[in-house]
């Protein structure tokens, strides 16, 4: 079974979510075209899936008695709109200029596009958010990596496509300079803010495309081919990923028995980008990609992309 897995960029493009056209051609500015099924659905095979999901049964392209499951993040925008009334018009386009609001923060002119909550719950959500960027992503994350949170711009995005039965909201909060992403933070909030998704977009150097290829060595026929050999990377990269996931994240222990480097769950990289993706389940049953360059090493982010279905 083919899985569909772009990773990094594929995260932006994600929070991004529908109807977003603008930002998602910014992104792409950044980084040249991404791969087509970029826009379609992600899909998770084996046990691996999402909070949000639709399940089917599929059979496996070899035909052998396995069926696995595979977990598509369900398009939903229109669910999380249609039972709101919010003006005559319903296109996620049309939303997207009708939803816009501007406040300032720390002396800056911050947008938020909620369509879902009145003008002043989007101010406050939009403080709350900032507050905890200025605060805890700053200290854990920005400050770490040489990133002033003073220098760029910020534009908040609820994200329609992720529901919560909580009542917690999903946004998606683009770090840019000169109208160009640099970093994706991905938020949930609730009474508080908590961190989902950190992504360097424009803040690392992926080689890929036509004017920066690849050096030939981390070509995946050459530096991934077989199992072996991405058995040995993996391992390689666990110390640090445990590293991030506990001492950066203080989360949960890794579950070091489930893993399975053929499946793109745990194990993707291409020659789009010079980026490599692993995938962990933690102790408590979250499922998290660690994304990395793979030609000098350095990690540039992670997603909680879900959780443990088995």
Not at 91 to 103: C, G
Not at 140 to 161: C, G, M, S, W
Not at 234 to 245: G, L
Request: some cysteine.
């Amino acid at each position: 079974m083919k899985i569909k897995n772009v990773g990094l960029m594929a995260i932006t493009i994600a929070i991004v979510g529908c109807g977003s056209l603008a930002l998602v051609a910014s992104m792409s500015q950044i980084k040249g075209a991404v791969e087509k099924e970029a826009s379609g659905d992600v899909e998770i095979a084996t046990n691996v899936g999402t909070t949000h999901v639709n399940v089917e049964e599929v059979e496996t392209e070899d035909k052998v008695d396995k069926v696995d499951k595979v977990y598509e993040f369900e398009d939903s925008i229109d669910k999380a709109i249609k039972p709101y009334v919010l003006s005559e018009k319903e296109s996620p386009d049309e939303l997207w200029n009708v939803a816009k609001i501007t406040s300032v923060y720390e002396g800056k002119v911050i947008s938020i596009r909620d369509g879902l909550v009145t003008k002043d719950e989007a101010i406050s959500n939009l403080t709350k958010i900032m507050d905890y960027i200025y605060g805890y992503v700053d200290d854990h994350f920005l400050v770490p990596n040489d990133i002033d949170k003073t220098a760029f711009e910020y534009d908040i995005q609820r994200q329609y496509h992720m529901v919560y039965g909580d009542g917690a909201i999903s946004y998606g909060v683009f770090v840019k300079e000169d109208g160009n992403i640099v970093c994706t933070i991905g938020i949930v909030l609730e009474e508080e803010a908590r961190l989902r998704t950190f992504a360097m977009d424009g803040l690392v150097d992926l080689y890929g495309g036509e004017k920066n290829e690849i050096p030939e060595e981390y070509l995946i026929e050459n530096w991934c081919a077989a199992k072996e050999q991405r058995q040995e990377i993996y391992n390689e990269y666990f110390v640090k990923s445990e590293a991030i996931i506990k001492d950066m994240l203080g989360m949960p222990d890794i579950r070091k028995e489930i893993v399975d480097v053929d499946c793109g769950s745990y194990f993707n990289a291409d020659n789009g980008w010079s980026e490599v993706c692993f995938g962990y389940v933690l102790k408590d049953g979250t499922y998290i990609k660690v994304f990395y360059n793979r030609v000098n090493g350095r990690w540039i982010g992670y997603t909680i992309a879900g959780y443990y279905q088995g």
